[in-house]
Each structure stands twice: as C-alpha cells, then as structure tokens.
C-alpha cells in the first residue's frame, strides 16, 4: 500500500509570495493533518481536515489555509511568506476510527522563504 | 504552552543497553499516546501507543509505560542497537473515544544516540 506522499519535497520562495503543498493520503484514510516543524518547537499542530471539512485547527494566523478534495486529497496554503515560515511542513493521514489511532506522516515539504 | 514535554534533548547509550525516553503531560484530557521515532529529512514514523486505560503496552524491542497519576510516560527500547539512532517524539492526543479529535499534541523530541 503507497505510503503519504508530498509534493514538492522542496520549495524556495520569496517573502511576500503565497505558496500550496499538496498531500496524498493513504488509500482508504479519510483524515488529512498538517503539521510544521521548525528547529526547537518539535511539531505544531496547523489544522485536520476529514470528508472534506476542517475538523481541528491549531494556532497559527490566517494566513495558513487548506481545503481537502472529495478523494481525501489536500492541499495547504500560506500566503504572504514570511521569514518565519521557512520550515518542514508534515502531512499525516489516519483512518479515524476514533478509538484512538496513529497517523502515518508523508515524507514533508521543506519550505525556505528567502 | 507545552503540554507535552520531554526534557532531554539528547541521550546516549551504548548499543545492548537499555534506552529509557521519558516524557511528561500536564493537560488531564489527553487519553492517547504515542511515540515517533524520526531520521532527518524523513517524515515521523509511528513506533507504538498507548490507551489511557492501560498503563504498559509491549510491541517487540519496544515497551511503553503510563502513569496517569503522575502524568508521565516512558519508552523503553531492549536491546538498543545503533539502527535506533534517531530523534523520538512523544504525542498526545484527547477526546478519541469521542470519535472526535485527531490532532496530536507534540513533544519537541529527545535525540537518541546509540553507540556501538
């Protein structure tokens, strides 16, 4: 079975640029989360989508957005990149069963913002 | 705010030994928790969890230890060997029973060194 996968693996972008990641799940998970790393902060929580809804979303301002497609696809946005947001952004997809389940993570998108 | 906390950045052990990681929760919600063991430049794989409503979970070289009461886990690995080098992560998680909440709260990692 096809593991998370990520486009691109790697992104430069300049600040002020708007940027989309996109993430494929697992066939047959419904849950989509986002997560960015940076060093120090370990993994942040961004936002969970499931049948296409935002489910779940962490603190991060407005500026980051993602929408989920009716095939469990989804894609995350930032717009107007700051320095800030250079880092190593993780999908993870997970069955949801509710009884409590790990997620499985894509390999990431490493974003610098120049 | 950090719920979840794992105080050590790094640890060292020498390969055979035993590798405790520990981690700490503050937030009485969460009811899930799991371990993550990354390599750079590669996304976080999951090792093994545990439900609030046990206190030890076993899975191989791997073992898993709860205590609520002392809002603590700890991840055990028996024998260490060098493929274990990596940065682990404990996760937490509240409110699945509910089929509800899938997001994962994050410790920032201890960096596990196992030396041969």
């Known amino acids: 079975k096809a593991g998370v996968t990520q486009t691109p693996r790697y992104l430069i972008k300049t600040r002020g640029q708007q940027v989309t990641l996109s993430c494929s799940p697992i066939s047959g998970h419904r849950s989509v989360s986002w997560y960015q790393q940076t060093p120090g902060q370990g993994l942040q929580f961004l936002f969970e989508y499931f049948s296409e809804t935002q489910r779940n979303k962490g603190n991060f301002p407005g500026r980051f957005s993602g929408r989920q497609f009716s095939n469990s696809r989804s894609e995350m946005n930032v717009s107007t990149l700051e320095l800030g947001d250079s880092a190593l952004y993780l999908c993870?997809?997970?069955?949801?069963?509710?009884?409590?389940?790990?997620?499985?993570f894509g390999q990431g998108t490493r974003l610098t913002v120049v | 705010d950090q719920q979840v906390k794992q105080n050590s950045p790094s640890l060292s052990v020498q390969e055979g030994r035993i590798s405790i990681l520990n981690c700490d929760y503050t937030n009485s919600m969460f009811d899930y928790f799991l371990w993550y063991k990354k390599y750079p430049a590669e996304g976080p794989t999951f090792l093994i969890s545990i439900s609030s409503i046990k206190d030890k979970n076993e899975d191989g070289r791997f073992t898993v230890f709860l205590n609520k009461s002392a809002k603590h886990l700890s991840l055990h690995i028996v024998p260490s060997q060098p493929g274990d080098s990596a940065v682990y992560f404990c996760a937490a998680s509240a409110g699945v029973s509910n089929f509800g909440n899938e997001k994962l709260t994050f410790g920032t990692g201890t960096r596990l060194t196992i030396i041969p």
């Open positions: 993870a997809s997970s069955f949801r069963t509710g009884g409590g389940t790990e997620a499985f």
